[in-house]
């Protein structure tokens, strides 16, 4: 598998040099599986996110969007199951002291048997038996470290989605069905990580929580299934790298009915990021009754009481960006060189355009910045005059900018620049005054 292994390889090594993700404290030698997201990373996400946001609350009449506290009343975890079943099953090695997931790919043997080997540093039957591990992380509130001051860093958006149900109910004036819809941090004490951003312990999701009538629940399952395939293609991913995958009885979370993961073909395998999932009443009823407030809903066309089913849609922001990337990235051969390129979509490319004087005397550079400081009012852009025009191309194509724009001789005298598409390298001349219209028909969708 060295071919693959390079693929990642140079992804990471691209992803730092241009400004994507770096590791967290690095100076430090580096947090386990915590990375940054630099300049262009920051850009890249937050598109994704924006782009999310609207199409989940903007442009619907049936979401309200939700901004719910990382920090949660300890009880919610009680309540919602994740104190005592939000567990992955570990083994220890007694050798060298570390620590694994029972399934996890690289143990040859069963855990606790005489046979079982330790990936790391190779002893036979020095693996313990799985025991149960919560993946919640703790902290403490106040001043006292004691049990009773225990709270936890959130693992899933949702249940801030659920705790404030009737809330968003009551102001917004929705009647069911209608969703709710949250973008944040979550943490998760993983044991396994990797993978460069695939699995790391602090990340963010994207979640949509839907309340609909129970007897609905699996019509708009299905709805939500089809529509955030949709989603995904319209970001430009290749369909061919894209699957559903339905879980099976055994891979069904404690509070699903049903679920399917939607997974991407990575240079590591198929693997899931995004899952839709019906969680019945399951949540709401446990919540009901631990807080003792009633969560039921009246039906005020059929005065019906009933607590709502929820199918959710469960994305991770981090993850959504390594297939992004993943997906954007191509080596290729232009011209006899070869040029690596960030193919991503143009709605949500860190930088929309790359503003170029051909050379830095005969009023191109003062026609280059007045473009440049009129573009810079709607778009991200980025100015450049540095080294060759094909250097400056090359640097670009890594940033994954969809249009460079050269200002030479010829601007000058008719206000005409040239246009160089990313992908096609097609460069079209274009009239100067023509271009924010130019890019903005190019930008959207
Ligand atoms: P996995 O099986 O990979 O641990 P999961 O089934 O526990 O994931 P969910 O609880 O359904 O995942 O979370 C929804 C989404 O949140 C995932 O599809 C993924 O995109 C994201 N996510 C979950 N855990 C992590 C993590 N440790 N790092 C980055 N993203 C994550």
Redesign the pocket.
């Known amino acids: 598998m060295p071919e693959v292994a390079n693929v990642m390889d140079r992804l990471v090594s691209l992803a730092k040099r241009r400004g994507f993700v770096f590791q967290s404290s690095e100076i430090y030698g580096g947090l386990g599986s915590v990375w940054d997201y630099g300049p262009l990373g920051v850009e890249l996400k937050k598109n994704i996110k924006e782009r999310w946001w609207r199409s989940m609350v903007h442009e619907r009449d049936d979401i309200e969007g939700l901004d719910a506290a990382i920090l949660m009343h300890p009880k919610v975890w009680e309540a919602s199951g994740h104190l005592a079943g939000f567990t992955d099953p570990l083994v220890d090695c007694r050798q060298c002291k570390n620590r694994f997931r029972s399934d996890d790919p690289r143990i040859k043997g069963s855990p606790g048997q005489p046979d079982a080997q330790c990936p790391v540093c190779g002893s036979k039957g020095t693996l313990t038996a799985p025991r149960m591990f919560n993946l919640m992380f703790k902290t403490f509130m106040g001043p006292v470290e004691d049990a009773a001051a225990v709270v936890y860093l959130r693992p899933?958006t949702a249940q801030g989605i659920y705790v404030n149900y009737v809330n968003v109910l009551q102001s917004s004036r929705q009647k069911i069905p209608f969703g709710i819809a949250q973008v944040g941090k979550?943490f998760?004490n993983?044991i396994t990580?990797g993978n460069f951003?695939?699995?790391?312990?602090e990340?963010e999701?994207m979640?949509m929580q839907f309340f609909v009538k129970p007897g609905t629940d699996q019509e708009w399952f299905e709805f939500w299934r089809e529509e955030r395939m949709k989603w995904l293609l319209g970001l430009g991913i290749r369909s061919e790298r894209l699957r559903f995958h339905r879980h099976t009885p055994e891979e069904l979370?404690h509070y699903a009915k049903d679920a399917y993961?939607i997974q991407y073909e990575f240079p590591f395998g198929w693997?899931?990021?995004?899952?839709i999932?019906n969680r019945t009443n399951f949540d709401l009823s446990r919540h009901q009754e631990a807080s003792g407030k009633k969560l039921e809903y009246l039906d005020p066309a059929t005065t019906e009481r009933f607590i709502p089913y929820v199918v959710e849609t469960?994305?991770?922001a981090?993850?959504?960006a390594l297939v992004v990337m993943v997906d954007a990235y191509h080596e290729e051969e232009v011209g006899g060189e070869k040029r690596v390129v960030l193919r991503f979509h143009p709605a949500i490319a860190p930088l929309k355009a790359a503003v170029f004087p051909l050379v830095n005397k005969d009023g191109m550079p003062e026609l280059s910045r007045r473009i440049f400081d009129d573009l810079r009012k709607r778009h991200n852009v980025f100015y450049d005059d540095g080294g060759s025009i094909g250097r400056r191309y090359r640097r670009q194509d890594e940033a994954g900018t969809p249009f460079g724009i050269t200002i030479d001789g010829q601007s000058t005298q008719d206000g005409t620049v040239t246009v160089r598409e990313r992908d096609t390298l097609r460069q079209v001349r274009v009239a100067a005054d023509g271009l924010a219209g130019y890019l903005a028909e190019r930008l959207r969708g």
């Open positions: 899933e979550a998760r993983e990580p951003t695939f699995r790391t312990r990340f999701q979640e979370a993961d693997q899931e990021f995004e899952g999932h469960s994305a991770g981090d993850r959504t």
